[in-house]
């Protein structure tokens, strides 16, 4: 209980943090990982049924397709660990296709979404032992002890890849090669390049659900931290930038006005925004360069005819 209090205490500390510096800055932003609080993991989980949300049904499908082949990379009686576990729905196709797993390690910085997760894996396979971590997978944290060596895999879907920068994602990469050890593997979602017809209505939908899921943050701020957002004075908006190949999040001030976070004050002009999240788009090509420079080699690309998405299976090198 006590570890579980302390752990707490250091996220909201780091959450203080990164709100002040990044409400500070000239151009401010907001690391994408406190959009997932519990409600903002629950809204998510809405976007992924949404019509124009294409990434979730493509990469389930290509997981449907190919739950064979992946479950034979990951290899018998396979330790599974999972980055940003969400709600596990993909991770289940996996997990039912593997040969007698060992061990399966959802990874999430949201503790209370993560223990709904597990409490509906346990259920849904009971013989399968279930050991939860409540960390941020984009900072540096250790495995539990408990966790076998032998072949453990990687397990990222979901494309959230992509809103790693180059820096974050080179670290990602090098933390999970040390999570799995020298004879372990990766199975990671990429989002591929497409028009951005498709692009933007799936970070910018009809009905307003990524709107509610960006402007949450703010109400996570106003919660945690004491702040004094108005959700009125905020707009939700998808850009594409060419130059970072990435469909960016931003809310948008839409009057000048002043803001109140944990007694600083912050001020914006009518049209400034705050940068929440950047969501990249790569090609094969690009993706397979990155994870070489990160020692990785890739065994294996399961994607779906119109090339919208792909995943991806890597082999550690040493």
Request: aromatic content about 10%.
């Amino acid at each position: 209980m006590l570890e579980i209090l302390s752990q707490h205490m250091r996220q909201l500390e780091a959450f203080r943090a990164d709100v002040a510096l990044g409400l500070s800055q000239t151009r401010k932003r907001l690391p994408s990982r406190w959009l997932y609080d519990n409600r903002g993991c629950e809204i998510f989980e809405e976007i992924t049924r949404l019509e124009e949300y294409y990434p979730t049904r493509t990469e389930t499908a290509i997981l449907r397709e190919n739950a064979r082949e992946i479950a034979d990379f990951c290899g018998e009686r396979a330790v599974l660990l999972e980055y940003g576990a969400g709600a596990g729905i993909k991770t289940e196709i996996l997990i039912d296709a593997l040969d007698s797993p060992k061990l399966y390690v959802p990874i999430d910085i949201a503790g209370e979404f993560l223990d709904e997760t597990v409490v509906r894996m346990r259920r849904r396979f009971p013989d399968l032992q279930t050991l939860p971590v409540v960390a941020d997978f984009t900072a540096e944290f250790e495995i539990p002890r408990g966790v076998p060596g032998g072949r453990r895999s990687a397990f990222f879907p979901g494309s959230t890849m992509g809103n790693l920068d180059a820096h974050e994602t080179k670290g990602f990469l090098r933390q999970v090669r040390r999570h799995v050890g020298s004879r372990g593997a990766a199975i990671i979602g990429v989002d591929l390049k497409k028009d951005l017809s498709t692009l933007l209505p799936a970070y910018d939908d009809r009905e307003g659900v990524t709107a509610a899921f960006n402007l949450n943050l703010l109400a996570r701020i106003n919660r945690e931290l004491g702040g004094d957002f108005s959700h009125e004075c905020f707009a939700h908006e998808a850009r594409w930038s060419e130059a970072e190949s990435a469909v960016e999040m931003h809310l948008v001030s839409l009057c000048e006005q002043v803001v109140t976070v944990d007694g600083q004050r912050f001020a914006f002009q009518t049209g400034e925004t705050i940068h929440t999240e950047s969501s990249r788009k790569y090609d094969v090509r690009g993706f397979m360069d990155v994870v070489e420079d990160g020692r990785w080699s890739v065994s294996a690309i399961w994607s779906d005819p119109d090339r919208r998405f792909a995943i991806f299976g890597l082999d550690a090198t040493w």
